[in-house]
Nanobody, 121 residues
Framework: QLQLVESGGGLVQPGGSLTLSCAVS????????IGWFRQVPGKQREEVSCISYSGRSTNYADSVKGRFTISRDNARNTTYLQMNSLKPEDTAIYYC??????????????WGQGTQVTVSS
């Protein structure tokens, strides 16, 4: 069983940057991929990015490609989402999720509680 805790959300002006962190704890016995998702109330959840256990494979949604960077530090059991050139449409609750598999995929087994990101002037 894994627990995930996101941090780093907040209010930022358009064009600004934020870095989200996802700390994983619990009984970490397997390789796991990490995904970042976001959701606006009343809209479908969107997968923003994913990183494999080794960090060598990453995926990005077209809406964030070139602006967001996902990375991980397995020694610290922490995954990061660096978000640059933020736009008002990036405003959402951001969640991280762990998948009990080496590679990214369509299903996730554990979820964090989410952190709010608001992009506004």
């Amino acid at each position: 069983q894994l627990q995930l805790v996101e941090s780093g959300g907040g209010l930022v002006q358009p064009g600004g940057s934020l870095t989200l962190s996802c700390a994983v704890s619990g009984f970490i016995e397997e390789y796991y991929a990490i995904g970042w998702f976001r959701q606006v109330p009343g809209k479908q959840r969107e997968e923003v990015s994913c990183i494999s256990y080794s960090g060598r494979s990453t995926n990005y949604a077209d809406s964030v490609k070139g602006r967001f960077t996902i990375s991980r530090d397995n020694a610290r059991n922490t995954t990061y989402l660096q978000m640059n050139s933020l736009k008002p449409e990036d405003t959402a609750i951001y969640y991280c999720a762990a998948r009990a598999h080496y590679a990214c995929g369509p299903t996730y087994d554990y979820w964090g509680q989410g952190t709010q990101v608001t992009v506004s002037s």
